[in-house]
């Protein structure tokens, strides 16, 4: 069994396989993606109101299927690494850390902002150092329970995407030029 999730796990040889190909093949993937991309989006923006709303009604639709198939991979997978756990914070903790740092790599950090994430006693402790010099530190402690716990990866990131809006728009020393 993998340490990462499965999704994950075909993300990354995905990756792989596109960064490792030849040119002509990378070039070959992605006339077929932009070719479906285009096809689609000339669906979307249709002059023909019919064709323009069931073709939204589909895409937003495969966007759900696919935002609950991950989530339930997720969740599975988290659940199955807290059945076979005997130490929480040295079997379970890890795992829920690999998916914070997932969810942290999609973060887009301003310059000068620093994140770092680690598992404790306590559970997951996350440090983010801003342009101003300034350290916030905060977390959570998973529960065992996957649905709580990947929810929480998810909530605590954006959390830190909020923390970082905020920081950006009224710095406490002074406006940011």
């Given at each position: 069994m993998s340490n990462a999730p499965p999704l994950l796990d075909k993300e990354r040889t995905d990756k792989q396989k596109i960064i490792g190909a030849t040119k002509l093949d990378q070039e070959k993937w992605r006339k077929k993606n932009i070719g479906e991309t285009e096809d689609r989006l000339?669906?979307?923006?249709?002059?023909?109101?019919?064709?323009?709303?069931?073709a939204i009604t589909e895409a937003y639709k495969d966007y759900q299927q696919e935002n609950f198939r991950i989530k339930t991979d997720r969740i599975e997978w988290l659940f199955q690494k807290a059945k076979y756990s005997k130490e929480r914070w040295i079997d379970y903790y890890p795992h829920v850390h690999t998916l914070v740092r997932y969810e942290l790599s999609f973060l887009e950090l301003p310059t000068g902002y620093t994140i770092a994430s680690e598992v404790t006693l306590q559970g997951i402790k996350f440090t983010l150092k801003d342009r101003f010099n300034q350290t916030h530190?905060?977390?959570?402690?998973?529960?065992?329970?996957?649905?709580?716990?990947?929810?929480?990866?998810?909530?605590?990131?954006?959390?830190?995407?909020?923390?970082?809006?905020?920081?950006?728009?009224?710095?406490?020393n002074g406006i940011y030029l």
């Open positions: 000339d669906a979307i923006g249709s002059p023909s109101e019919k064709t323009g709303i069931k530190i905060g977390g959570f402690t998973p529960c065992g329970i996957a649905l709580y716990d990947e929810q929480a990866c998810r909530s605590s990131v954006n959390k830190i995407d909020d923390l970082i809006s905020k920081l950006e728009a009224h710095p406490k």
